[in-house]
Each structure stands twice: as C-alpha cells, then as structure tokens.
C-alpha cells in the first residue's frame, strides 16, 4: 500500500503523509474505511511508531482522516477533500503564472506550455 523512499530528503513521516493523501484523493480508500492501526502501520514499514502517529496528526488536522476513540482512524468524506486539493492546486498554479509573468514569459509561451502538458494542441508563437 505504501513505500518509502530512503533516498527522499523529506522527513518519513511527510512521505507517509503524501501517500495516505493521494490514496484517499485517488478513491483507493473510501470515506468511512478504516485505516491500519499506528502500530500495524509502523510494523508494516519498519519504521518507529511515533513516525506514524505524527503523519496520522497531519492527516487529522487536515481533514483526511478521522479519529473514533477506542476504534481507530478512518478515511473522512472525499468531497471536500476534493475541493480543497483542487483549490490549493488552482492557487499553486496561480502563483506560477503569476511568477512567468513577471519574469517576462509571454501568455502565449504559458498557454502553450499548459496544451501540450494536457495533451492538445500547440499555439503558434510567431
């Protein structure tokens, strides 16, 4: 379900992070299902339980999952989850163009740029 990268600079615990949000985001885990435990999870990857139960945290404090006490953490309903990623995606994108332009690329570079990552056609720059 889940690796890590030890040649990742980024700390475990974010990696861990990174991937239970793109499983949740991507409908791997649904709403309401049931996450393995901290100690499980800690087992399964060799690495310390505090490890997990700090990308739990951030899980939790950013909505993807939740905590019922004396039952585990399960998978929060995707639909906002959905929203807000793709706002933070937007506002990133955002803040990209917004550095093109100032640093003097052209709409025309930009939009091409956006086509042909999309997959549709190219605009001509001449």
């Known amino acids: 379900m889940i690796q890590l990268d030890y040649k990742d600079r980024r700390p475990l615990y974010e990696q861990v992070t990174e991937r239970?949000?793109?499983l949740i985001l991507n409908g791997v885990l649904q709403p309401d299902e049931k996450i393995p435990s901290v100690?499980?999870?800690?087992?399964e990857l060799s690495v310390t339980p505090n490890t997990i139960q700090r990308a739990y945290s951030e899980l939790e404090k950013s909505g993807y999952i939740y905590t019922v006490t004396g039952r585990g953490n399960f998978v929060s309903s995707s639909t906002a989850l959905?929203?807000?990623h793709?706002?933070?995606i937007l506002s990133s994108l955002k803040q990209a163009v917004m550095k093109a332009k100032s640093s003097g690329i052209s709409r025309e570079d930009?939009?091409?740029t956006v086509e042909f990552i999309y997959g549709g056609v190219t605009y001509d720059t001449n």
């Open 82 to 84: 959905h929203a807000l």
């Open 39 to 43: 100690r499980s999870m800690a087992m």
């Open 20 to 22: 239970f949000q793109e």
């Open 110 to 112: 930009v939009l091409e």
């Open 86 to 88: 793709r706002e933070s």
